[in-house]
């Protein structure tokens, strides 16, 4: 019967990784891989995180099973960070999943259980992995404008617009902050007109929060989140790979928030029911890593400030790359960089173009100019700028 598979389509990203690895030049800049990378080009362990693990490893007496939403404390911790006092905690139903993706996936699984019929609305573009799961999931998909390619910026007034389509029951993905993959997110005043909109047409929104912390603080960077679910009834798919940088503990969590707490019972319910039938229990050690670094003052507050450091830093390759290109171009059509969000930003570079940069400076980035700005460092910004005037920005 294998013989009956069709060959799947190449992940582009992973496809980039690939070609990365196997071009000899000593220089080569690698933009594309969405892994926070420090000066050095490592992906470090934070301070907290080291310490959190020591403590577990000398705590730690058992391996059992923890349970089917995974440990309480993990949600426990990680329900106030993102909605505060927006939010009663007895509204939210959340489970563990192995990181933000099985969140995501977790949160369509249960829209195709609430109301098969529905149709999930998706920004133009998105992380797409979120496109794929859902074609995998035979969900009807349905897009609405996002991001300008000639302002570079969010396309607000074509997002609400498109949004005027939605009807009761659908769902609306969004991006908590520091949009995937354009780094260009929505003023304060188009949030809140876009939670006004999906309220009065009875759509749920879905946010993907996967960068809490790296775009302006951990306070605003929820603040669009917080808005949203204090107005009713959402979804919300949190990773904690980036902020806490543990990628290969695969530590997500998926809140439900319920008008009222019986409600949110019944979502808790249903929600475990589909992590039994995913993978049963989730895995642990990530999660207990963010509940004991969340749990503990001494170590909430280093984390916290080795998280500035790293959204601090990035915010300065993102102007020091921004005043570069000014430099060479007499211009200042790429300040768009500074206003941009996170990890990523979209260039506005044709696939020509990109292929340029890859050919003749060893710079790879995603096909439609996607770069990660942690990928850079203080020798590699100018050589980037470069690339990119030679390449005909």
């Known amino acids: 019967m294998l013989d009956q598979l069709k060959d799947q389509p190449a992940d582009k990203i992973l496809s980039l990784m690939a070609a990365f690895r196997a071009d000899p030049r000593e220089g080569k800049i690698d933009l594309g891989v969405g892994v926070y990378k420090d000066a050095e080009g490592r992906t470090p362990v934070m301070r907290a995180v080291r310490a959190a693990e020591k403590r577990i490893w000398d705590e730690e007496t058992t391996k059992t099973y923890t349970a089917l939403a995974g440990d309480p404390a993990f949600a426990d911790a990680l329900v106030p960070l993102v909605l505060g006092p927006s939010v009663p905690r007895a509204n939210v139903a959340a489970v563990a999943t192995p990181g933000g993706t099985g969140a995501v996936r977790q949160g369509f699984e249960l829209i195709r259980m609430m109301r098969p019929e529905a149709t999930v609305w998706v920004p133009e573009p998105t992380w797409p992995n979120h496109l794929s799961i859902l074609k995998h999931l035979g969900m009807t998909v349905k897009g609405y404008r996002y991001f300008d390619g000639s302002t570079l910026a969010v396309d607000a007034e074509g997002m609400l617009a498109d949004l005027q389509g939605v009807t009761s029951g659908d769902a609306v993905l969004l991006h908590g902050c520091c949009h995937n993959p354009t780094g260009a997110d929505p003023e304060p005043a188009t949030w809140s007109r876009l939670a006004d909109l999906l309220r009065e047409k009875g ?90 670094v969340l749990g503990d003052a001494d170590l909430r507050a280093d984390w916290e ?17 921004a005043a570069e290109l000014r430099r060479l171009t007499n211009s200042d059509r790429f300040d768009f960089l500074t206003r941009h969000k996170g990890m990523f930003s979209r260039l506005g570079a044709t696939p020509e173009q990109v292929e340029a940069m890859r050919r003749d400076h060893g710079i790879y980035m995603v096909g439609d100019s996607r770069i990660n700005v942690a990928g850079l460092n203080a020798r590699t910004v100018p050589v980037l700028a470069k690339a990119m005037v030679e390449a005909g920005l």
């Not at 249903?270 to 642990?284: C, E, G, H, I, M």
């Open 203 to 292: 759509a749920l929104p879905f946010i993907d929060l996967a960068y809490l912390g790296f775009g302006d603080s951990l306070e605003l960077d929820a603040a669009a989140t917080r808005m949203i679910a204090g107005g009713g009834e959402c979804l919300i798919a949190v990773s904690c790979s980036k902020n806490f940088g543990i990628y290969r503990e695969r530590a997500g969590l998926l809140m439900a928030v319920a008008r009222d707490e019986a409600t949110a019972k019944l979502a808790q319910v249903n929600l475990a029911y589909l992590n039994r039938q995913n993978y049963s229990f989730p895995p642990d050690h990530g999660a207990r890593v963010v509940s004991t």
């Open 305 to 321: 400030a080795e998280l500035e450091e790293i959204r601090a830093g990035m915010l300065g390759l993102r102007e020091s790359l």
